[in-house]
């Protein structure tokens, strides 16, 4: 499956922006789907996750009540709407796939998803 990830800029504290992730080769039906970030000089992190089956999202404390995951079956495509954006959020933001959705325990961890995009660039100035 190839990830293509897209939509991330510059943007103001305080302002919103949405990253999407498109998936082709396969579709998304039985698998979660992550985003993940990694700002500079810093290790990759989980921000949120969706199971495609039935909607069942996860956040990251960090971005929960800022941040939303969505999916559109028809596109088999995963958003990320980010609202009240904070400098702290700039990152290099990556969409990841677990075909086989991980456990709620290891739905943060890194090593359960397979397939990688490339990565989108979100700075938000201060």
């Known amino acids: 499956v190839q990830l293509q990830a897209s939509g991330g800029g510059l943007v103001q504290a305080g302002g919103s922006l949405r990253v999407s992730c498109a998936a082709s080769g396969r579709t998304f039906r039985s698998s979660t789907v992550a985003w993940f970030r990694q700002a500079t000089g810093k290790e990759r992190e989980f921000v949120a996750a969706?199971?495609?089956?039935?909607?069942?999202?996860y956040y990251a404390d960090s971005v929960k009540g800022r941040f939303t995951i969505s999916r559109d079956n028809a596109k088999d495509t995963v958003y990320l709407q980010m609202n009240s954006l904070k400098p702290e959020d700039t990152a290099v933001y990556y969409c990841?796939?677990?075909?086989?959705?991980?456990?709620?325990?290891?739905?943060?961890?890194?090593?359960?998803?397979?397939?990688w995009g490339q990565g989108t660039l979100v700075t938000v100035s201060s």
């Open positions: 990841a796939v677990a075909p086989r959705s991980p456990i709620m325990s290891s739905v943060r961890a890194p090593s359960e998803y397979d397939f």
């Open positions: 969706i199971r495609w089956s039935d909607r069942h999202t």
